[in-house]
């Protein structure tokens, strides 16, 4: 399977029509590979929290007719990062898009655990309440975003979901450049998963990214692994592997807490 991440950078010097239109090309380009995969909030920046609520767009806006369009004339699944999604009631949310090569969105989901503590994306933004996994020919995918990478009972509740492939759009900053790569290799080992987390390049709002956006297989070896600035990191894995790994070391058989209880017999 070919994948394409696109650690795009996200700055000020930039409108968010001119990134919109940047990111469309980018994916275009992408022609050929299986699935692209765009990072977390790229229209405004994750941190770019006073933007949130002026860029925010329902579902089925602006950026969803983009890259609608965008993947089926590339003709490739799109994970399309996550956008500032305003429901029908007002509230925000961090919403991550995914596409099948047709153009139709195949899946939703809204970040789980938002980031900031008392501050930033955790007041401006609601939770997300749904696991979501999408099933593409060669793997099953299960979406997670950013901040979630530090929440391992979401990736094995996504496992138990039946996902393989575990795709994680960041807009993770330089300052903590070491959890993300020891996080998404812990991910990908814990859970037996091929783990494909793409991040920012670039400031805004006064906080540099890390890049270096990741591909791990179930392993924990790192298969891809991009530098600091703008740059497509392409790689090609064999999605059997899952099966592989599961099948040659199957700890997760060895599971003893947090599985579904068998009924108790009646009295
Ligand atoms: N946008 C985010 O979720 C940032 C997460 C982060 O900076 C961290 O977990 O550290």
């Given at each position: 399977m070919r994948a394409s991440l696109l650690q795009m950078r996200v700055d000020g010097s930039e409108s968010v029509e001119r990134r919109r239109a940047r990111a469309s090309a980018l994916v275009r380009e992408q022609?050929?590979?299986?699935l692209v995969v765009l990072p977390e909030?790229?229209?405004?920046?994750?941190?770019a929290f006073d933007d949130f609520d002026a860029w925010a767009e329902p579902l089925k806006g602006p950026t969803h007719e983009a890259m609608s369009e965008a993947a089926r004339d590339a003709g490739v699944w799109l994970h399309a990062g996550s956008i500032p999604e305003r429901a029908d009631d007002g509230t925000l949310f961090n919403t991550s898009l995914v596409y099948a090569p047709s153009g139709d969105l195949a899946a939703a989901y809204r970040k789980i655990h938002r980031f900031g503590f008392d501050k930033g994306e955790a007041v401006l933004m609601g939770a997300g309440g749904d696991l979501v996994t999408v099933e593409l020919p060669e793997t099953t995918l299960g979406l997670a975003t950013c901040y979630d990478l530090r929440f391992p009972e979401l990736f094995r509740g996504l496992v138990d979901a039946g996902a393989q492939t575990l795709v994680v759009p960041a807009g993770w900053p330089e300052r903590r450049r070491a959890h993300w790569t020891l996080l998404a290799r812990a991910r990908a080992v814990e859970n037996q998963c091929f783990v494909l987390a793409c991040g920012t390049a670039g400031t805004h709002a006064g906080v540099p990214q890390a890049g270096h956006s990741i591909v791990v297989d179930p392993w924990g070896e790192v298969l891809a692994e991009a530098g600091a600035e703008e740059e497509v990191l392409a790689v090609e894995f064999d999605p059997a592997r899952v099966a592989a790994t599961r099948e040659q070391?199957?700890?997760?058989?060895?599971?003893?807490?947090?599985l579904p209880k068998p009924p108790r017999p009646a009295a």
């Open positions: 022609a050929g590979a299986d909030l790229w229209t405004t920046g994750a941190f070391f199957p700890a997760l058989k060895d599971r003893l807490l947090g």
